[in-house]
């Protein structure tokens, strides 16, 4: 009886003990904050170590949004001042309802509506518990419930229509973006930054083509869900869309480009069933949205017309990918797989607009990871993938477009601003041609003049576009007495850049650590090299990622030979 007694007396010493302890011990811990302004919404990251417990309420006069985390410590960084998004200003801490709830205040710039949800940790690790806090910017925003049968079906047509000199569009989809990185190379390079490179040159090539128009679902680091990249085509009225990734495997052996087309059955390959997993993967990192998977119905159109919808745009869809493995094999450009592979993945599920996603090339490869950020490599691609898509539309042109009509006389009513110049480009001629269908005698034009268009002759040609805007991600070691405001200011980007790209939870920072940083080439400091005793040319090429003759043409060399401690400029391609 003695020694119940004890042991009652010690379990009451320890409970009492444990209530001294501070509450912390079974707290949730707040390990930072990212913010990811888009077009259409700033998204606010919260990282927690364990599930978030939370409450909500909106304050105005002026615009805040309170958010409280039960049971939870802090462990980074407040307040935190947003300099890039349209609606949030800072986000702080206040004082909270109890001790163990900690207390966010949003400051907002003006009412909008808030969306705050859960994310569980990712399979793969890449994140752990999150709490997301989406924030309309209450303008410009494209629903994202699935169009109906009726609307998608008939495109108004406008008076470029009517006249016969509308655009084709195509919509270019960077893969990935924002929360989510997509696959990630040896060397830590991201896809998402792959695709958005590439993407934009193949804007860059296509709006080159008289005729043509592209439009992009992303221009920045941001993610934008996967059913709604198919709606902001649907918005632009796009004739076809292209998605544009970068493969990735469990192991570094596979490479090569492939072309996936729809096929709501079973995936034909492992590769394919594994980028299948990967896209269910992009939806957990990126947060909220209906994923289209294999074994679900669009429940707002009949069943009959989907199919026929579907089956037009599988089949158109496999043509243009039939085109693009042609073009790439002809530029140069190593194939995985040399046939259109079928896969089941949202962003080709829509109905009425063919669409195809190019996986150009695996990120997972060494050779590869390398190739995908070489502007270079880059540019081929764009220009194959142009190529591609300018022979189907040649092939199949929309009514109504420049391209049903060529060859075939149009009549343009001169409005302000245009010049002959412009107009010829326009219409894929020259002024001379122009000219001589018009009978002037110079190239004074007046506003609603009616000139006669010649009808352009053979095939069209894709002009060789270099992409103005070039980035590339370096890696930068932090050396004494810099900050994050001092790099950001040297490399010309943000601060919030920096921290996003690095996932730094703090601004403090290390001797010697090294920071990943995506900088515009023309912003990129200059960099020289001493040369040193048994170098050469090839060499140094290799150590910095270079051509020998870019060497040689940003040093204006005549020959290979160097002198010990000879200063060379090295050159960013």
């Not at 105005?60 to 349209?86: F, G, M, N």
């Not at 966010?104 to 994140?127: C, H, M, N, R, S």
């Not at 996936?260 to 896209?279: D, S």
């Not at 429940?299 to 745009?313: C, I, P, R, Y």
Request: charged content about 25%; aromatic content about 6%; proline content about 5%.
């Amino acid at each position: 009886m003695l020694i119940l007694k004890s042991f009652r007396a010690v379990c009451v010493s320890f409970a009492f003990a444990l209530c001294l302890l501070p509450t912390s011990v079974w707290a949730n811990a707040l390990e930072g904050l990212r913010v990811w302004p888009s077009p259409d919404e700033t998204r606010v990251v919260i990282d927690l170590k364990t599930e978030a417990e939370f409450s909500y309420f909106t304050l105005s006069s002026p615009d805040r949004l309170v958010v409280d985390l039960k049971k939870t410590t802090l462990s980074t960084k407040l307040p935190l001042t947003v300099k890039d998004s349209p609606v949030l200003k800072k986000v702080r801490k206040s004082s909270p309802p109890e001790s163990s709830t900690y207390r966010l205040v949003f400051e907002l710039k003006k009412k909008t509506p808030v969306q705050i949800f859960k994310l569980a940790p990712t399979p793969g690790g890449q994140y752990g518990h999150r709490l997301v806090v989406d924030i309309a910017h209450g303008k410009g925003e494209t629903s994202s419930t699935p169009t109906s049968s009726s609307s998608t079906a008939q495109v108004s047509r406008d008076a470029s229509q009517l006249s016969g000199t509308a655009d084709i569009v195509v919509a270019i989809d960077a893969g990935h973006g924002g929360e989510d990185p997509g696959s990630i190379g040896p060397t830590r390079k991201y896809e998402k930054h792959a695709t958005l490179a590439i993407s934009k040159k193949i804007v860059s090539q296509i709006n080159a083509v008289p005729g043509m128009k592209a439009v992009l679902t992303r221009r920045g680091d941001y993610f934008v869900n996967l059913n709604k990249r198919s709606e902001i085509a649907r918005k632009n009225k796009a004739h076809f869309l292209v998605s544009i990734h970068a493969d990735g495997f469990r192991t570094s052996k596979p490479r090569g480009g492939s072309v996936f087309v729809l096929n709501t059955r079973r995936a034909n390959t492992e590769i394919a069933r594994w980028v299948e997993n990967h896209e269910q993967q992009s939806q957990l990192l990126g947060g909220a949205g209906d994923l289209l998977s294999k074994n679900t119905n669009d429940k707002n159109v009949s069943q009959t017309l989907l199919d026929l919808q579907f089956s037009h745009s599988q089949k158109e869809g496999y043509k243009v990918a039939t085109k693009i493995l042609r073009e790439m094999k002809l530029a140069g450009i190593h194939l995985h797989k040399k046939e259109p592979v079928n896969a089941s993945l949202a962003v080709l599920k829509s109905p009425d607009i063919p669409s195809v996603l190019v996986e150009t090339g695996f990120i997972t490869n060494p050779t590869e990871e390398r190739l995908l950020f070489q502007r270079s490599h880059q540019d081929k691609l764009a220009r194959a993938l142009t190529k591609a898509i300018v022979q189907y539309f040649e092939a199949n042109p929309p009514e109504g477009t420049l391209f049903a009509n060529r060859g075939k006389t149009i009549k343009h009513k001169v409005s302000k601003g245009e010049s002959l110049s412009l107009i010829a480009k326009k219409y894929g001629t020259s002024t001379k041609a122009i000219m001589q269908s018009n009978k002037l005698k110079s190239t004074s034009l007046a506003i609603g003049q009616v000139l006669t268009i010649p009808g352009a002759k053979g095939s069209v040609s894709v002009p060789a576009v270099k992409n103005p805007v070039e980035t590339k991600t370096i890696t930068h070691v932090v050396q004494r007495g810099e900050y994050l405001g001092k790099i950001a200011s040297k490399y010309k980007v943000s601060v919030a850049a920096i921290k996003r790209e690095n996932r730094l939870k703090s601004d403090t920072l290390k001797l010697g650590q090294k920071l990943k940083i995506t900088v515009s080439l023309k912003d990129q400091p200059l960099r020289k090299h001493k040369v040193q005793r048994g170098e050469f040319l090839g060499k140094i090429a290799k150590k910095y990622g270079v051509s020998v003759s870019s060497l040689r043409k940003a040093n204006n060399l005549k020959s290979d030979q160097l002198a010990v401690g000879q200063i060379l400029i090295i050159p960013h391609n």
